[in-house]
């Protein structure tokens, strides 16, 4: 595999599901128009897999929903450089139909009751920003981005990266007419609909109450009146009118639906404070006419249940609720028993996902369309209906042909005694191989069973690759994720060290010929394992890294409460868990490689320990992508990722070559 077949990574979105009519957007980078293009399949439910039929032919299509009288889809469409817009059409055919033309574009659509009313959030900017004309200001077009006004900013949250400020545009809930909507038009008087929530608290993940009167949205505590990092649910009448606080969460919200019985379920963790590190989310649920003073109910035992919100909202489907939770690098479609008490994991039982990866999933009736992704696909939809599975695509057989390296299962013991789990994905011929230890970011995050480009680059160049979950990570129980509060640099190193000499214990690897790679809080470890066991490597690529954890406090969109949450607030602590501190006693060829718009490990965290090296005469790099945020690798743009690629395996060749000479 090269770096030019990222564009064979072809992804299904969630699917919509009614009846005999099952759609998914397919998306893929394309490095011809350096952008994601996509459209609507639809997705056959009873013939050899494949990769469907085009339902629409727009550049990129996403987030299809179909109303519950199964006569209509909406969806997002974007075209050229304009951000989505919400389109809808007749299942039975003929041309979409153009919604909104709001200016930051809109969030995916979510069906009323009646099959004729669409809710959705979008951003309204404040006039005169985002290219929005001024109050009273005649013209089309707002002032550039740099003759906008200043920005006044009173509160520690005001910016997120990957978005952007976020006081001068919140998302904002809105309910239009699909049916009696006229097509909308680019002029100013079509731009913005009238939106259902002030401008005070930003609103997400609209779901409609069973009898269409009210949307319940996710705000944050108290509608965003001071910084917080809680959440709660609350109703807002779907004709106009004050929003009401529903349900009071201990933790952050996400994802609320209502079940025909007046029951919301949503997802949510639970914390005091700004003490948020770590956490494992859970199934919730309340009572529709609870009121506020009602206190929501955990389903779900806190220590080893940890739901996947982006997985989408949790499902009744028979006797329980269906919901993703992550368990030792799987993503698992559960259902959780409706009892009383928390239910633990293994009382859970699983639909799909064993040493796979649940992305996202729908329930109509009795069956269910799943998008799993497996270790040899990038995600294919799959259909569960009588206790049976069936793949119903195979959009990542391109994939296949250009030729897939299996991951291998390895578990390590710890100087404590305490249990690591990874995977080794190895090129192809005898050895032996240098090697590559991978470190994901988070740290909550895990590495999984799936496909992983990465992995699968580099092992097609020659390396061995060894990805771990060490203690810090998700997957493996609350208590496992929080065992680096407080000790970064400890446990975990431990653990990633302890599986490298599993690893090494193979005849088929080179233990004189290992280097080390991550982003992020992986960026973290690669500089903090270069200075405290650099002669265990032979050079490290270190990418949005937290390098300085003094600097990060100011200057990172989560500094404000992160670090604390990991390191504490003490300075001389800070700087005592910071790999700049020790630059010093790095000596390996070492690259800083940053975004310049990274707003979550900002360009600083880079710049300094660039030159912190380059000042100790270590052979060193500094790689910037311009334009580009903290999820370069992730959702960057194309030709930027593909560069990535190039630039990482031309470090590696140099420092460590594949073939021994």
């Not at 770096?3 to 099952?22: I, K, Q, T």
């Not at 009572?287 to 779900?300: C, H, Q, Y």
């Not at 064993?354 to 799943?370: K, L, M, P, Q, S």
């Amino acid at each position: 595999m090269r770096p030019a077949d990222l564009e064979l990574f072809a992804v299904p979105g969630r699917p919509a599901l009614h009846g005999e009519l099952l759609l998914t957007a397919l998306t893929r980078p394309d490095l011809r128009t350096d952008s994601y293009v996509g459209a609507l399949r639809r997705i056959d439910l009873d013939g050899v897999a494949g990769t469907g039929t085009a339902w629409t032919h727009g550049e990129r299509d996403a987030s299809p929903a179909i109303s519950p009288d199964g006569r209509w889809v909406a969806f997002t469409r974007a075209q050229g450089r304009e951000r989505p817009q919400l389109y809808v059409m007749p299942t039975d055919g003929g041309e979409p139909r153009r919604l909104t033309a709001l200016p930051l574009g809109v969030n995916p659509p979510v069906w009323a009751p009646d099959s004729r009313r669409i809710a959705f959030t979008a951003r309204v900017p404040e006039p005169g920003r985002y290219g929005t004309p001024a109050d009273g200001d005649a013209e089309e077009t707002g002032p550039e981005p740099d003759a906008e006004p200043p920005r006044l900013i009173t509160r520690f949250d005001y910016r997120i990266d990957d978005v952007g400020f976020l006081r001068d545009r919140p998302a904002r809930l809105f309910v239009l007419d699909a049916l009696d909507a006229p097509e909308a038009q680019d002029g100013a008087e079509q731009r913005v609909p009238t939106p259902l929530t002030d401008d005070r608290a930003s609103v997400s993940d609209p779901a409609w109450t069973p009898d269409g009167t009210h949307v319940l949205v996710v705000a944050p505590r108290d509608w965003d009146r001071s910084e917080t990092l809680h959440s709660d649910i609350y109703a807002v009448p779907a004709t106009g009118g004050a929003p009401a606080l529903l349900a009071r969460t201990s933790g952050r919200a996400a994802k609320p639906t209502v079940t025909a019985d007046g029951t919301v379920l949503f997802y949510a963790d639970e914390y005091e404070g700004f003490s948020a590190a770590a956490r494992n989310t859970g199934l919730w649920a309340a009572a529709l006419t609870g009121g506020a003073s009602a206190s929501p109910r955990r389903l779900t035992d806190p220590e080893t249940v940890d739901c996947v919100g982006e997985a989408g909202p949790p499902a009744p489907h028979g006797d329980g609720v269906l919901v993703v939770v992550r368990n030792r690098g799987a993503a698992e479609l559960r259902s959780v028993p409706r009892s009383g008490q928390p239910v633990a994991l293994d009382a859970m039982p699983v639909l799909a996902g064993r040493r796979a990866a649940v992305r996202t999933f729908v329930v109509d009736g009795e069956r269910v369309a799943v998008v799993r992704c497996g270790q040899r696909d990038a995600g294919e939809v799959v259909l569960l209906e009588g206790g049976e599975e069936r793949t119903l695509t195979d959009f990542s057989e391109p994939i296949r042909q250009a030729g897939i390296h299996p991951a291998t299962e390895l578990t390590a013991t710890a100087p404590d005694g305490y249990p690591v789990h990874g995977w080794l994905v190895e090129p192809e011929g005898e050895g032996p191989h240098p090697v590559l230890l991978l470190i994901h970011g988070g740290p909550f995050a895990q590495y999984e069973w799936s496909l992983f480009d990465e992995a699968q680059m580099y092992a097609s160049a020659g390396y061995a690759v060894l990805l771990g979950n060490p203690r810090g990570s998700a997957g493996y129980g609350q208590r496992h994720g929080r065992a680096v509060v407080g000790a970064l640099g400890t446990v975990d190193a431990h653990d990633l060290l302890a599986l490298l000499d599993e690893a090494l214990r193979r005849p088929d690897l080179d233990g004189e010929r290992v280097g080390v790679q991550g982003g992020s809080y992986g960026g973290f470890m690669t500089g903090w394992l270069a200075a405290w066991h650099g002669d265990r490597f032979r050079a490290a690529w270190s990418e949005r890294a937290v390098n300085a954890w003094d600097s990060f406090v100011g200057s990172s969109d989560i500094g404000w409460w992160f670090a604390e949450n990991y390191v504490g607030s003490d300075p001389e602590l800070l700087r005592k868990t910071s790999p700049l501190t020790y630059a010093d006693r790095i000596t390996i060829p070492f690259a800083v490689v940053h975004s310049e718009r990274d707003w979550r490990c900002p360009l600083e965290q880079a710049q300094r320990m660039f030159v912190a090296l380059r000042r100790n005469g270590t052979d060193t790099e500094l790689l910037l992508f311009p334009g580009e945020g903290h999820e370069l690798t992730r959702s960057g743009k194309p030709r930027h990722r593909k560069r990535r690629f190039e630039a990482v395996l031309e470090w590696w060749r140099k420092h460590l070559p594949p073939a021994v000479t």
